[in-house]
């Protein structure tokens, strides 16, 4: 059974957001608070974790690296971006970008300027500092975030522990999430442009993002 998503995954979301982060010379620090975590949380939270630590504990760091960008950066259905499933490369995208930064605005959060504000580590950041709002964004996201762990999982990708953990702190997927995640499997996000890949990776685009305000 999942857990409800609350004050209570507050540890989880903060660890979740630096797993997710690009893996810089701080990461193995970051994979022994994970195990520490894990250790105090529901197995289906805390499992997922632990095997993520240890596979990416056995994998040398610019390994870890050069996988975190072809897996994120260059593969189609494993985008970050969280408003990118819903909107796609769209004006609407815009907009939605905007409600995240003035939601994170009412809460008192700032975001430095290379940081977009529907980056899942900045999310699940945002998450752990105001945890009320910070589940609602991610409940919104529903869909988008379990078509990105369906897709790590098929590719077989180390990171899809991490949102196999995200999603178990989060309600079951409800009957209107389901078909959504069906309609975004089978079409993808809406587009613009015509002849565009449904799946083309978002555009302009920065590197990897560092999680909100530390």
């Given at each position: 059974?999942?857990?409800?998503a609350g004050p209570?995954?507050?540890?989880?979301?903060?660890?979740?957001?630096?797993?997710?982060?690009?893996?810089?010379?701080?990461?193995?620090?970051?994979?022994?608070?994970?195990?520490?975590?894990?250790?105090?949380?529901?197995?289906?939270?805390?499992?997922?974790?632990?095997?993520?630590?240890?596979?990416?504990?056995?994998?040398?760091?610019?390994?870890?690296?050069?996988?975190?960008?072809?897996?994120?950066?260059?593969?189609?259905?494993?985008?970050?971006?969280?408003?990118?499933?819903?909107?796609?490369?769209?004006?609407?995208?815009?907009?939605?970008?905007?409600?995240?930064?003035?939601?994170?605005?009412?809460?008192?959060?700032?975001?430095?300027?290379?940081?977009?504000?529907?980056?899942?580590a900045v999310v699940?950041?945002?998450?752990?500092?105001?945890?009320?709002?910070?589940?609602?964004?991610?409940?919104?996201?529903?869909?988008?975030?379990?078509?990105?762990?369906?897709?790590?999982?098929?590719?077989?990708?180390?990171?899809?522990?991490?949102?196999?953990?995200?999603?178990?702190?989060?309600?079951?997927?409800?009957?209107?999430?389901?078909?959504?995640?069906?309609?975004?499997?089978?079409?993808?996000?809406?587009?613009?442009?015509?002849?565009?890949?449904?799946?083309?990776?978002?555009?302009?685009?920065?590197?990897?993002?560092?999680?909100?305000p530390r």
């Open positions: 059974m999942k857990r409800p209570g995954n507050t540890l989880v979301w903060q660890i979740q957001s630096l797993l997710l982060d690009y893996p810089d010379e701080r990461f193995p620090e970051r994979l022994a608070l994970a195990l520490q975590v894990a250790a105090d949380g529901p197995e289906p939270v805390g499992h997922p974790l632990v095997r993520f630590a240890e596979c990416a504990g056995r994998t040398p760091l610019p390994e870890l690296a050069a996988d975190y960008v072809a897996t994120f950066d260059h593969r189609k259905r494993c985008c970050l971006y969280l408003t990118y499933y819903a909107h796609g490369d769209t004006r609407r995208r815009g907009m939605a970008m905007l409600r995240l930064k003035q939601t994170y605005a009412a809460a008192g959060w700032r975001l430095s300027d290379d940081e977009l504000p529907d980056h899942l699940l950041e945002f998450a752990a500092a105001d945890p009320v709002a910070g589940a609602r964004l991610l409940t919104e996201h529903r869909a988008g975030l379990e078509l990105l762990r369906l897709a790590l999982n098929d590719e077989g990708s180390p990171w899809a522990h991490v949102l196999d953990s995200v999603s178990a702190t989060l309600p079951a997927l409800a009957g209107d999430d389901r078909e959504a995640v069906m309609r975004l499997a089978a079409q993808g996000p809406p587009e613009e442009q015509v002849g565009l890949d449904p799946y083309a990776s978002p555009v302009l685009l920065p590197d990897p993002v560092v999680g909100g």
